[in-house]
């Protein structure tokens, strides 16, 4: 009596390459992933360097003076932090005499997706973006 194997299903190399394949795939989205979800915080940044360029400009055409700071602007130090201290924040955020810079956070567990912080800048003057390549 002879017996028949039959060739149902896969085999184990067969699987563990899908699996590899699988991880690999997933790796690459994961990475691609952290990168997009860090633009969107840069942005966010972007949106708020606009608000303190436009409190900037405000300040200028009602006191006619260029020497303006941070507390000059009226804005909430809440909402536009000057240090990484609060927790639901990622940037802290300046002027000087001609940008408004964010810059990334670090500590705290906030991590961004490579190894330093970034900046984004806005020229309050000719509002032209500018700061860490890749997040501007």
Known sequence: MS???SNKGF???????????VGILATA???KYMFVFEKARADIAKQAL???KVAWGQYILNFRDQS?????LNLDRKEFPHNCAQDN???RYDINSTHAIATRCTS????PQGNQAYTVTLNLENSTWGGT???Y
């Not at 184990?12 to 590899?20: D, K």
Request: hydrophobic residues 50%; glycine residues 8%; proline residues 3%.
């Open 68 to 72: 303006v700071t941070f507390s000059d």
């Open 133 to 135: 390549p890749g997040y």
């Open 29 to 31: 989205a994961f990475v």
């Open 11 to 21: 085999s184990l190399i067969e699987a563990v390459v899908v699996v590899v394949i």
């Open 3 to 5: 017996r028949s194997k």
């Open 50 to 52: 606009w608000e303190i």
């Open 89 to 91: 924040h990622f940037f």
């Open 108 to 111: 705290g567990g906030k991590k």
